[in-house]
């Protein structure tokens, strides 16, 4: 099932504004997974980040 609703979400139409468009949403979902889980009053400011995208990466190869 999410395997093929990613595909569905990689084979949009093949026009370069769809594609860019796509992209920018991906880059915006990333900045806003380092703005909301950064904690600069830890040891690594970025240890929640990676923890969150490392369970969304599973999460869409499961």
């Known amino acids: 099932?999410?395997?093929?609703?990613i595909r569905r979400k990689i084979q949009m139409?093949?026009?370069?504004?769809?594609i860019i468009i796509?992209?920018?949403i991906l880059?915006?979902?990333l900045w806003w997974f380092g703005y909301i889980t950064h904690d600069p009053d830890i040891e690594?400011?970025?240890e929640l980040t990676k923890i969150m995208l490392q369970n969304r990466?599973?999460?869409y190869l499961e």
């Not at 139409?13 to 769809?18: D, L």
Request: a positive charge.
């Open 22 to 24: 796509f992209n920018l």
């Open 1 to 5: 099932m999410r395997e093929r609703m």
């Open 27 to 29: 880059l915006a979902g």
């Open 13 to 18: 139409k093949n026009s370069r504004s769809s």
């Open 57 to 59: 990466i599973k999460m």
């Open 44 to 46: 690594d400011p970025y």
